[in-house]
């Protein structure tokens, strides 16, 4: 509805916004994360998370944690969590785990859907993904984007994680 | 042998506090500063050496070591051991928060004359060169324990307070900031920047005070470990700012060993003319 007030500004942009608003309606947009198969004699699952950070500033929320939620022995899965060193220091070190709809259970390689939250308030992110593996290494891969999403965005890592797309 | 031992140990702590600028640095190097939960433990290497991280000289004592947990209360050192070259102790982290772990010190030393013979005040009894007392062969030197000690009849007395502080920070969970609640006395840290959350692309930011106010112009040295495998030190001799701020841009990831110290003639103890102050922390600065 505000958009026709810009349209005499942007006429070019006036189409992309109509198309992108009819395409989806209300937000539902999603994240693609690739986990790639690595050939290596020990592999263990990878911990990977996945969180908004408002461009503009202020808490970082966090889309999916998968880590070892229910690992046997002495020792709980949620120790190395610290190892996704930047989104601990974002943010994971005050979350509660395991959290409902959030946290799961690693994943094998492979692509995985995951939905945005519904509720976030309009305005400019940046969607980063974290990954790091036991004997393995550690990634993190950022992408852009803005809620609501009308136009999606990507970005690879180079070993510990595949594409990253929203759309 | 082993009383020499602990002869040039002592004086090497003794000289290690009174002139921090001293090549011979103490330090204390926790295995993490950062964990997830409260089960786990951080187990910390201390010693005295030139170059840091490398221990090749002498191990601090655990017995020095005081564990300050994020709710005020002393926490407690497990398995302590001392080596050769360094010391090494457990501390299980179970409360979340920050935690302070280290070495607190806070001295009078110095000389006096009685009957035109000369006494020391803390010297633990070192030799005090040629041809006085405590020199080989000569009598044994004369010292006191304590400011109280002292005769009413001595002259010459000179005397200056040390005060000094050797600390890690171990974060479990979030951070908390009650183990830096300033006591108003001697120089301390006012972190702006938490030491446990320090990474390499960020600057790290430090009020320094002393006696609760900030230390403008204080020096400070700042040196990241594994000298071994560079050509040079790289340390950083930086200053703090009129608000006793200081601005640290950290060069690589890793361990830093940063050294403030200051002298000044406002010695808490009445009869002592000068201060000196120290305050050392290691801290660990992240790849971004």
């Not at chain 2, 007392?133 to 307070?161: Q, W, Y």
Request: hydrophobic letters at 40%; a positive charge; glycine letters at 10%.
């Amino acid at each position: 509805m505000t958009t026709s007030k810009v349209l005499p500004a942007l006429p070019l942009l006036a189409p992309l916004v109509a198309a992108g608003t009819i395409a989806s309606p209300a937000a539902a947009a999603t994240v693609s994360v690739t986990i790639p198969r690595i050939n290596v004699a020990e592999y263990h699952r990878p911990y990977v998370v996945g969180w908004l950070e408002p461009i503009a500033g202020g808490t970082a929320r966090t889309v999916f944690v998968w880590y070892d939620v229910k690992k046997a022995g002495r020792e709980p899965g949620t120790k190395w969590l610290a190892d996704l060193r930047t989104w601990w220091r974002k943010g994971g070190r005050s979350m509660q785990l395991p959290a409902d709809g959030v946290s799961g259970a690693t994943r094998a390689p492979g692509t995985y859907q995951v939905a945005l939250p519904s509720n976030l308030p309009a305005g400019q992110y940046v969607f980063k993904v974290e990954a790091a593996r036991e004997t393995g290494g550690r990634e993190l891969v950022s992408v852009p984007v803005t809620v609501p999403v009308k136009k999606g965005g990507s970005a690879s890592g180079s070993a510990e994680l595949g594409a990253v797309t929203i759309r | 042998m082993r009383y020499s031992h602990i002869l040039i140990a002592s004086a090497s702590l003794a000289a290690a506090l009174a002139s921090p600028a001293s090549a011979h640095r103490q330090w204390l190097l926790p295995s993490t500063t950062t964990l997830a939960g409260t089960s786990e433990y951080v187990t910390v290497d201390a010693a005295v050496s030139n170059d840091l991280f490398y221990p090749d000289h002498f191990p601090m004592s655990p017995e020095q070591v005081t564990v300050w947990m994020p709710d005020g209360a002393t926490g407690k050192l497990e398995n302590p051991a001392t080596g050769r070259y360094r010391s090494t102790f457990d501390v299980k982290i179970d409360k979340p928060g920050t935690w302070k772990i280290g070495t607190q010190r806070s001295a009078v030393m110095g000389s006096f004359k009685v009957d035109g013979q000369e006494w020391r005040l803390g010297g633990r009894g070192r030799p005090m060169g040629a041809g006085g007392p405590g020199a080989p062969g000569g009598a044994p030197p004369r010292a006191v324990a304590s400011v109280a000690e002292i005769p009413a009849n001595a002259t010459d007395v000179k005397l200056t307070e040390v005060q000094s502080g050797n600390y890690i920070y171990v974060t479990a969970d979030a951070p908390t900031k009650t183990v830096f609640t300033a006591t108003g006395k001697g120089l301390e840290l006012d972190p702006i920047t938490h030491p446990d959350e320090l990474v390499s692309n960020e600057e790290g930011q430090f009020r320094f005070l002393i006696d609760g106010k900030p230390a403008a112009g204080l020096k400070v040295t700042v040196v990241p470990g594994s000298k071994k495998f560079r050509e040079t030190e790289e340390a950083q001799e930086l200053t703090t700012g009129a608000d006793g701020v200081l601005h640290v841009k950290w060069p690589v990831a890793g361990m830093y060993w940063i050294n403030a110290s200051a002298t000044d003639n406002k010695p808490s103890e009445k009869r002592a003319t000068e201060r000196r102050m120290s305050y050392t922390a290691t801290v660990e600065v992240m790849a971004p």
